[in-house]
């Protein structure tokens, strides 16, 4: 995964963003911890790994890569938010726990960072995250041409004022 490209692809997303609502001087790094922590129960919610009463099967994996991208778009903002725009290596060593217990992880890394904004919790939650991508069976190629798609409608959705 082109994390470079990434970050600038969503560089210039963030700053369509900001200069169309006037937000340029406005601090975002609280609303966008919260929007991942949203997008995240958005995706748990399409995976439905913890709906232990339903015998609903999970969403396609179409909808769950866009969900899941989702997230991608709002760690890389947060990236942006903090200075960490680099290309980085994560090890994603397999866990032998549930899919629940990997996004119960990921809400704790969130945590984490939401309380130091530091490097050091930026790159766990990244971490984190791509470790759940995993899980969920994407491979780096698919997370990169999902992010990539995403954006393009994220940017299609700005000039018709969404």
């Known amino acids: ?11 210039d997303l963030d700053s369509k963003i900001e200069k169309q609502h006037g937000l340029e001087e ?28 339903s015998l609903k099967p999970p969403a396609e994996t179409s909808v769950i890569l866009e969900e899941y991208v989702d997230g991608i778009h709002f760690i890389l903002s947060l990236g942006i938010e903090i200075g960490m725009t680099e290309s980085y290596e994560f090890e994603l060593f397999d866990e032998e726990i549930s899919l629940t217990a990997h996004f119960v992880h990921v809400y704790e ?39 990539v798609k995403k954006n393009e409608v994220n940017h299609d959705r700005q000039k018709q004022g969404y």
Do not use: D
Request: glycine share 4%; net charge negative.
């Open 1 to 11: 995964m082109n994390l470079l490209k990434l970050f600038e692809m969503q560089k």
């Open 26 to 53: 406005e601090p975002l790094l609280e609303k966008k911890i919260l929007a991942l922590l949203v997008e995240v129960g958005e995706l748990a919610n399409e995976t439905r790994c913890f709906k232990f009463w």
């Open 109 to 147: 890394k969130i945590a984490q960072f939401e309380k130091s904004h530091s490097e050091e919790h930026y790159l766990e939650l990244f971490q984190q995250y791509l470790l759940l991508g995993k899980v969920l069976g994407f491979s780096a190629e698919e997370i990169e041409a999902a992010y």
